[in-house]
Structures are given as C-alpha cells and as structure tokens.
C-alpha cells in the first residue's frame, strides 16, 4: 500500500484524480502536458505539437483546504 499525499499547505490528506479539457469535439478529455512554448498551427485552430509528446496529467487534491497539485508523469 502507498502512503497517502499530504497537503504542503495544510497538511491535509489529498486524494487522487484529474481535470478534463472541453474541447470542440463530443466529450471530455483527460488534460496533457507539453513541453516548450506553445506553436500556434497556420491554418486551423490550436498548436502545433512538432513532434512532442503530450503527457497526461494527474492532478491531487486537498481533502481539507482544496489545494492542487499536479504532475505530469511518462506512462
């Protein structure tokens, strides 16, 4: 069993999960993390990746003060 994450602000104990992202398309997706500057695409909306790998990102959250905290992780 892993040992619980504690809140650096509170010291709360902080429970797993992540954020979803809106996009234009049907559904809800899971948010990721690129690195570098974002590349605005020429001719249609969003950025362009170059050949980056977007990570997923798992987000912890305080059970008592709210607070978030994020990482992204390779899979």
Not at 8 to 21: Q, V
Not at 37 to 65: A, D, K, Q
Not at 66 to 71: D, I
Request: charged share 20%; aromatic share 10%; proline share 9%.
């Amino acid at each position: 069993m892993t040992q619980p994450m504690i809140c650096p602000k509170c010291s709360g104990e902080m429970e797993n999960g992540f954020m979803i992202e809106h996009g234009y398309g049907p559904g809800e997706q899971q948010v990721r993390w690129v690195e570098g500057e974002p590349i605005p695409r020429f001719w249609s909306r969003g950025v362009n990746l170059e050949g980056r790998e977007p990570l997923p990102v798992t987000t912890f959250r305080c059970e008592g003060c709210g607070y978030l905290e994020s990482f992204a992780t390779q899979t």
